[in-house]
């Protein structure tokens, strides 16, 4: 697979891969990062994967640049060496209706769909986590189906709620954090995606995968209480808990 060099500022490198979306691309991102971060290369402060491309920041008083791409093409030559954990299938409670995915219907009409239809559509598959990004915990994910596919908002909204579900393009993805946000929304999960007292603080990583299952506004209620009493028992005996 043909790599290319690309310098981002006077310290970084963007390490790309290939001009497309796909799982094959993600592994050698990942695997990438894995090779970086294992051979502890002298020199690399930070190493931040994305969809196709890799970001490394390095020290250019430790390494010269043409030596970090020479150590990059080491790695990248022998990816063989390093395997994945098992990746995780983090299944997402959600609910779909008009007031948590005020979107819904839009959705729908928009694909000549019913919203029962969009529902069994995008809870169906399993969806690759290729990265997160744009707030802490935002998940990227790949593989929904174009039958759901829509545009985002023209103008985006200036807050979204936490947990909240949506659509841009042909992509899916979860709002970890209050944030404003032009995604379609169409539904909501109680579950935190990314908690900062909690270890680790993200729910899920890239590599895993996630999976839609619809529940009841009832059922919602219950998880959240459930959660929100478990967070002040955490807070109670100062300790952090998953």
Known sequence: METTY????????????????????????????????????????????????????????????????????????NLEEFEFEKPEVIEIPTVYDKEYGPDLEFVAEYNDLSTEEVIKIHKKRKYLVYMLGFTPGFVYVGGMSEKIATPRLNEPREKINKGSVGIAGSQTGIYPIDSPGGWRLIGRTPLDLFDPYREPPFLVKAGDYIKFKEISREKFEKIKEKKEKSNKRRVKNGRNTN
Not at 39 to 52: H, L, Q
């Open 6 to 77: 690309k310098l981002a500022g006077d310290k970084a490198i963007v390490m790309e891969f290939k001009n497309e979306i796909s799982p094959e691309v993600n592994d050698k991102v990942r695997k990438m990062y894995l090779g970086i971060t294992n051979k502890n290369v002298n020199g690399v402060e930070e190493v931040i994967p994305a969809y196709r491309s890799i970001l490394i920041i390095y020290n250019p008083f430790k390494i010269t640049k043409s030596k970090l791409i020479n150590n990059l093409d080491n790695i990248k030559n």
